[in-house]
């Protein structure tokens, strides 16, 4: 990864634009460890970068699927804070790959820093009462995003709904074509009671 300054041109008779950019790349492998076998970087192991910065951030920070290609990326996302366009993130394209030789997968994001506004720390005592889980899967199109799913349990369940993460893609059979599997792991906890079913 790296942190800096990118100038874009504003013409002859203004400064160049000065913006503050993260950049990070993932590829290769990932080494066998006592609880997990050995694997090749996917997509997830980015997102997992993007989360960290979500907690961090105040705000909405949000993914919007799009045609990257024009950028180098596909299956990738347009990375949206506060709805305004901050940078990009998905699988950099095999033609860009073959100029690099490159033969395993690259995943790649890029995030402006300067519009982030970091959260003040807040400190809280350990829960009184438990979490619980549950995983929901859903079969949508490849086109739709699972915004909508993700705004209604929000709305449904606001008091008792701590956190939620996407934790699998699939697509394939017995999927049908043109559409995916998305399950969701959503976390519920109540500050008055222990929750019952």
Not at 82 to 98: A, W, Y
Not at 135 to 150: A, H, Q
Not at 159 to 174: A, H, Q, R, W
Request: net charge negative; with cysteine.
């Amino acid at each position: 990864f790296e942190i800096g300054k990118i100038f874009k041109w504003r013409g002859e008779k203004e400064l160049p634009l000065e913006e503050v950019m993260l950049g990070v790349v993932c590829a290769g492998e990932i080494s066998k460890s006592w609880d997990l076998a050995e694997r090749n970087v996917d997509i997830y192991d980015l997102l997992t970068v993007l989360g960290v910065l979500k907690h961090k951030i105040e705000g909405s920070l949000e993914l919007v699927s799009d045609d990257l290609t024009i950028y180098g990326l596909s299956g990738g996302a347009r990375i949206v804070y506060n709805g305004n366009f901050v940078g990009l993130i998905g699988e950099v394209i095999p033609r860009v790959k073959r100029y690099y030789d490159i033969k395993s997968p690259v995943f790649a994001m890029e995030l402006k820093l300067d519009p982030l506004v970091l959260r003040r720390p807040k400190f809280s005592g350990i829960p009184q009462y438990p979490a619980t889980s549950r995983d929901v899967s859903v079969i949508i199109s490849e086109k739709d995003s699972i915004r909508p799913i993700l705004e209604l349990a929000k709305e449904s369940f606001d008091s008792i709904l701590e956190d939620y993460k996407v934790i699998d893609i699939y697509s394939g059979k017995p999927i049908p074509e043109g559409y995916r599997s998305v399950t969701i792991k959503f976390i519920f906890r109540s500050s008055e009671r222990t929750l019952m079913q």
